[in-house]
Antibody
């Protein structure tokens, strides 16, 4: 059974940093691209970032480019999202999501983590 | 970015109904279109990709159609567990984008 277990959310002040983790099991983690998607009541679902199966290739939404870094440790079956210079508008529930396709990914997401709330507020 | 517009934003239906949800893209996305179902407090669940391909394990009462800019998700014989919010998503071009969702609730 595919499982994605997220951790690392919480309340931070504007300008601070936070790292999200997503521990994967039940599939060959190193074979699939992985995504981060966030959700807010106002903006709905917003794709944030993708990392290729090898970790070499990454892509980001313009709203987070230069502030967020996606990475993965295939030896630990874990995906990360390092979030720096956080802003109030980054407040959202963040989901990690497995890409349906192997390799570099195609942004189709077939399994999702349980979500973790990130709140940026002073 | 390609904008995805879903209609209606919400509506009520009864168990056993056949419902059709609509998604429109601001540009041609060919068949690079996925549908997700989300229930309160849960993560989205992939139902359909490539506009009409049913994801493994999804009941056959769900079906998708369309290409280009106009797409539909149909649910035959609505079941209790189908009352949820449905999102479309294009993955034709960067960045992938989602519609704002259609909430289906019980009449």
């Amino acid at each position: 059974e595919v499982q994605l277990l997220q951790s690392g959310g919480g309340l931070v002040q504007p300008g601070e940093s936070l790292r999200l983790s997503c521990a994967a099991s039940g599939f060959s983690f190193s074979t699939y691209a992985m995504n981060w998607v966030r959700q807010t009541p106002g903006m709905g679902l917003e794709w944030v970032s993708i990392v290729s199966s090898s970790g070499v290739s990454t892509s980001y939404a313009d709203s987070v480019k230069g502030r967020f870094t996606i990475s993965r440790d295939n030896s630990k079956n874990t995906l990360y999202l390092q979030m720096n210079s956080l802003r109030a508008e980054d407040t959202a529930v963040y989901y990690c999501a497995k890409d349906l396709s192997q390799g570099s990914g195609t942004y189709k997401m077939d399994y999702w983590g349980q979500g973790t709330l990130v709140t940026v507020s002073s | 970015a390609i904008q995805m517009t879903q209609s209606p934003s919400s509506f009520s239906a009864a168990r056993g109904d056949r419902v059709t949800l609509t998604c429109r893209a601001s540009q041609d996305v060919t068949s690079y279109l996925a549908w997700y179902q989300q229930k309160p407090g849960e993560a989205p669940k992939l139902l359909i990709y490539a506009a009409s391909t049913l994801q493994s394990g999804v009941p056959s009462r769900f079906s998708g159609s369309g290409s280009g800019t106009n797409f539909t998700l149909s649910i035959n014989c609505l079941q209790s567990e189908d009352f949820a919010t449905y999102y479309c998503q294009q993955y034709y071009s960067y960045p992938p984008t989602f519609g704002q969702g259609t909430k289906v609730d019980i009449k």
